[in-house]
C-alpha cells in the first residue's frame, strides 16, 4: 500500500495558520506516512518561515504531479491570489476569497481523487463574508461543495469525542432545529464513524438540551420528549448502544473517564466548551458524513500573535495525524 496524498489549506493567510504549517512539516517523520502539500500561496508561506525559521525550502508547484514530498521541502500548489504585503492579523476580503478559494481547489481535487484527505488550517468567518462567500465557516462549505446534505462537526481530543446535532446558529434557533430525525441521524454517523475506526460497539451518550435533561418536564417545555427521545429510541431499535438524553453538567466527566466513546452534543458551545477546556493543541475538528476525509484544527487564526512566530502547531499536527489515520490507502 502506497502513503496517502493529504492536502493542507492554508486557510487566511493573515492568520497562523501559514506559521503551523510550516512548523508542522518540520517534522521529517511526518513523510514516513502521508504525502503532503500545501494549497495556498508561496509567497505567504516564505513571509511565515520568517518568523518561525524552520528552515524549510518553499517548492512552488503548478500540478500536482510536480510534487516531491520530500522532507525538508515544502510542496506548495501556489494558487496566487495574495501578495507577501498582504497586512498580518487583520481582516481582509481579500484574505477572506483566497481562504475560499484554497479550500475550493482542495474539494476539487478531492472530488477527482487526486487526494485522500483535506486538513485545513483556520479561517477567519469575518473575513470569509467580507470576501463575498456567506458561509457559517468550513463545515457548511465542504457539505455545499460535496453535495452532502447530511453531515456534522465531530471534535475529537485524546479523552473525549463530540458530534453535533447544531453548530453555527444561534441558541434559539438551535432549538428550534433540533428533530428527532436530526438526532437520530448525528447517532447514526457517530456509529457509523466510530465502527469505521475499530469500535466494535462503540458506546454513544446524547445530551439533553435543558439542565438535567429537563429533570422529567421541571426545566423546559417537554424538549426531550419531543425533540430527542424519539431519535434515540430509534438509534436503539436498531441494535446501536445509545444513551439519553442525559444531564450535560456532568455527562462530559463521564465520557472522559470512559464511560462513553463519544458524546452527541445539541449545540455549540454545548459541546465545543468542554473540549476547549481540554487544550485547544488537543482537538481536531473532523466534518463527518462527506464521501471526503477533512480534518482540522480546533481553533481560530488568532490575529492577535499572528507574525509572532509563538503560534502552537500540536492541533495542526494532530489534525494531519488523524487525516493519515481516516484517509484511504493508495495502491502501489
Not at 100 to 127: H, M, R
Not at 212 to 230: D, R, S, T
Amino acid at each position: 500500500m502506497n502513503k496517502p496524498i493529504i492536502g493542507i489549506t492554508m486557510g487566511d493567510p493573515a492568520g497562523v495558520g501559514p506559521e503551523i504549517i510550516m512548523k508542522s512539516l518540520k517534522d521529517a517523520q511526518l513523510y514516513e506516512s502521508c504525502k503532503p502539500f500545501v494549497i495556498g500561496d508561496a509567497v505567504i508561506l516564505e513571509r511565515a518561515d520568517q518568523f518561525v525559521r524552520t528552515g524549510l525550502r518553499i517548492h512552488k508547484i503548478a500540478s500536482l504531479s510536480e510534487a516531491q514530498f520530500q522532507p525538508g521541502t515544502v510542496d506548495c500548489l501556489d494558487q496566487g491570489l495574495v501578495s507577501a504585503d498582504l497586512p498580518i492579523g487583520q481582516v481582509s476580503a481579500e484574505a477572506g476569497h483566497a481562504a475560499f478559494s484554497y479550500l475550493k481547489k482542495a474539494i476539487e481535487l478531492a472530488n477527482a481523487g487526486a487526494i485522500d484527505a483535506i486538513c485545513t488550517a483556520p479561517l477567519n468567518k469575518e473575513a470569509l463574508h467580507k470576501g463575498g462567500h456567506i458561509y457559517p465557516g468550513h463545515t457548511e462549505i465542504l457539505a455545499e461543495l460535496t453535495g452532502t446534505e447530511d453531515f456534522s462537526m465531530m471534535l475529537s481530543a485524546p479523552k473525549l469525542k463530540v458530534i453535533h446535532v447544531t453548530t453555527h446558529v444561534g441558541i434559539i434557533d438551535a432549538v428550534r432545529m433540533i428533530n428527532p430525525e436530526r438526532v437520530y441521524k448525528v447517532i447514526r454517523m457517530a456509529h457509523e464513524t466510530l465502527q469505521k475506526a475499530g469500535y466494535a460497539a462503540p458506546k454513544i451518550a446524547v445530551c439533553g438540551i435543558n439542565p438535567h435533561a429537563g429533570e422529567n418536564g421541571l426545566f423546559g417545555y417537554g424538549e426531550e420528549e419531543e425533540k430527542v427521545i424519539p431519535g434515540v429510541k430509534r438509534a436503539q431499535e436498531e441494535g446501536i448502544q445509545a444513551f439519553g438524553p442525559l444531564p450535560a453538567d456532568t455527562l462530559f466527566f463521564r465520557a472522559t473517564r470512559g464511560d462513553f466513546d463519544i458524546v452527541v452534543a445539541m449545540y455549540h458551545d454545548q459541546g465545543h466548551g468542554p473540549i476547549k477546556v481540554l487544550g485547544l493543541e488537543a482537538g481536531v475538528n473532523i466534518t463527518v458524513g462527506l464521501p471526503i476525509i477533512r480534518t482540522s484544527v480546533d481553533h481560530g487564526t488568532a490575529f492577535d500573535i499572528a507574525g509572532k512566530g509563538i503560534a502552537d502547531e500540536q492541533s495542526l499536527k494532530e489534525a494531519l495525524r488523524q487525516a493519515i489515520e481516516l484517509a484511504p490507502k493508495r495502491e502501489q
